[in-house]
């Protein structure tokens, strides 16, 4: 049961594409409003507007600690079932090393990234498109590299990268629908899985209800 992380860039159709794939697999989409509905559950209320804080992730307090800890095992528990697609929060730095996981990187060139902004947000301004897509691309790589100590953007942390330039939506999908089931039909391999991880029954019961999943 393999899950598949996604990082992509603002203006890559990573979204787009990551929901298409999971429709196409049966599998849960797992994004920022899923495990926001998580950290509520256990108190933490304001987890939307700290993620989104400029500048939070590079800081260094027992409250950024704390946060990060917590998403850290939120991701790893969201995965704790197989047959997801988790999109963004680092989930391929955390997950690097589970042979079920197929980490997917989906990028896309500047100006094209920005043409796309611009259509579907800032429709009068490039200017504030282009600022946009590079505050974006600023933000991504401060949490991923202060908290994974790993390059955002490094090809060689990914399984597989979709340039957007090049590659239609639907050819992403069909690559990444046929690697999910490449995945599915692998032996078992020496490395560990997913289902070897260690998850807290609390939390797992919270993650299980915010995904529709009845435990096993």
Same mark, same amino acid.
């Given at each position: 049961?393999?899950?598949?992380?996604?990082?992509? !860039?603002?203006?890559? #159709?990573?979204?787009?594409?990551?929901? +298409? %794939?999971?429709?196409?697999?049966?599998?849960?989409?797992? &994004? *920022?409003?899923?495990?926001?509905?998580?950290?509520?559950?256990?108190?933490?209320?304001?987890?939307?507007?700290?993620?989104?804080?400029?500048?939070?992730?590079?800081?260094?307090?027992?409250?950024?600690?704390?946060?990060?800890?917590?998403?850290?095992?939120?991701?790893?528990?969201?995965?704790?079932?197989?047959?997801?697609?988790?999109?963004?929060?680092?989930?391929?730095?955390?997950?690097?090393?589970?042979?079920?996981?197929?980490?997917?990187?989906?990028?896309?060139?500047?100006?094209?990234?920005? !043409?796309?902004?611009? #259509?579907?947000?800032?429709?009068?301004? +490039? %200017?504030?498109?282009?600022?946009?897509?590079?505050?974006? &691309? *600023?933000?991504?790589?401060?949490?991923?590299?202060?908290?994974?100590?790993?390059?955002?953007?490094?090809?060689?942390?990914?399984?597989?990268?979709?340039?957007?330039?090049?590659?239609?939506?639907?050819?992403?999908?069909?690559?990444?629908?046929?690697?999910?089931?490449?995945?599915?039909?692998?032996?078992?391999?020496?490395?560990?899985?997913?289902?070897?991880?260690?998850?807290?029954?609390?939390?797992?019961?919270?993650?299980?209800?915010?995904?529709?999943?009845?435990?096993?």
């Amino acid at each position: 049961m393999p899950a598949i992380t996604i990082s992509r !860039e603002i203006g890559s #159709k990573g979204d787009t594409i990551a929901e +298409q %794939a999971a429709n196409r697999l049966g599998y849960q989409l797992v &994004d *920022k409003n899923a495990i926001e509905k998580v950290f509520t559950q256990f108190g933490y209320i304001d987890f939307k507007e700290t993620y989104e804080a400029a500048g939070f992730w590079a800081q260094f307090d027992p409250r950024r600690a704390e946060m990060v800890s917590f998403l850290n095992r939120v991701v790893e528990t969201m995965v704790y079932y197989g047959n997801v697609i988790l999109v963004g929060r680092g989930g391929f730095a955390l997950l690097k090393n589970y042979a079920d996981v197929l980490n997917v990187r989906i990028q896309g060139p500047f100006h094209l990234r920005v !043409e796309r902004v611009m #259509k579907s947000q800032f429709p009068d301004s +490039q %200017a504030k498109a282009e600022e946009f897509v590079r505050e974006s &691309d *600023k933000m991504r790589r401060e949490f991923v590299e202060s908290i994974h100590a790993g390059q955002w953007d490094s090809a060689s942390a990914f399984d597989l990268v979709i340039d957007t330039g090049k590659i239609s939506t639907p050819l992403a999908v069909d690559w990444l629908v046929a690697a999910a089931h490449e995945l599915e039909r692998a032996q078992p391999s020496s490395r560990m899985t997913t289902r070897s991880l260690r998850v807290d029954p609390v939390l797992l019961d919270s993650v299980s209800r915010v995904l529709g999943i009845q435990p096993a």
